[in-house]
Every structure is written in structure tokens, then in C-alpha cells.
Nanobody, 124 residues
Framework: QVQLVESGGGLVQAGGSLRLSCAAS????????MGWFRQAPGKEREFVAA????????YYADSVKGRFAISRDNPKTTVYLRMDSLKSDDTAVYYC?????????????????WGRGTQVTVSS
């Protein structure tokens, strides 16, 4: 089992920045792949970014590439999502996800554990 708790969401103006954090517990952190997803009202949950166990391989959705950066601190058992140049389309609940599977996936079904989410609202 892995427990995930997100933090760092909030209200920000378009063009601004936020950093989300996800604290993990319950399993050796370096053995899980981590991901970030988001869900806007009336839309399906979508992939944002993911990072391999070692942190050497980040992956991004095209919609956030060049603006968002995922990273992880294995000793602190935390994964981060730095979001810059935010747009109103980025408004959503952001979820942290984890899996013990080897490799990185972009589908919600790839991940076994989920946090409760943190709201990000970008005002235009």
C-alpha cells in the first residue's frame, strides 16, 4: 500500500506559477513510479506528467511540455510538479498517482494508488 497526500494548490493568475507536492508513505519510495494527473469539471482525468523510479526519466503531456516540470526527492519521499506560465485551461483538480509496476505509463489504469487531489484555479 502507498498513501499519497497532495499539497500546494491554490488560486493563481494566468502567467503565474505554482509548485505542487505529493508526500508518499507506506512503501519504499524508490520502488514506485510516480505520476500527476488532472481532472477539470465535466472532463475525464488526464495525464500530466510522470517520472521513473530513479527520477532520470520524466514524461509530459504535450499540453504542458515546456511549462511544467516533474521531479522527485527519494530521501524525502516526495514528488513535485512545478507549473509555470499557467493558463486558464490548466484549472483542474490535480492528483498524484503511484505504481509499483516497472516503467512509466500515461493511462490512469497503469497506476494503483491515488491521492485525494488538490485544486488549482487559474484566473484569466
Amino acid at each position: 500500500q502507498v498513501q499519497l497526500v497532495e499539497s500546494g494548490g491554490g488560486l493563481v493568475q494566468a502567467g503565474g506559477s505554482l509548485r505542487l507536492s505529493c508526500a508518499a508513505s507506506g512503501r519504499t519510495f524508490s520502488t514506485v513510479t510516480m505520476g500527476w494527473f488532472r481532472q477539470a469539471p465535466g472532463k475525464e482525468r488526464e495525464f500530466v506528467a510522470a517520472i521513473s523510479r530513479s527520477g532520470s526519466s520524466p514524461y509530459y503531456a504535450d499540453s504542458v511540455k515546456g511549462r511544467f516540470a516533474i521531479s522527485r526527492d527519494n530521501p524525502k519521499t516526495t514528488v513535485y510538479l512545478r507549473m509555470d506560465s499557467l493558463k486558464s485551461d490548466d484549472t483542474a483538480v490535480y492528483y498524484c498517482a503511484a505504481t509499483g509496476k516497472n516503467g512509466v505509463g500515461r493511462q490512469t489504469g497503469w497506476y494503483d494508488y491515488w491521492g485525494r487531489g488538490t485544486q488549482v484555479t487559474v484566473s484569466s
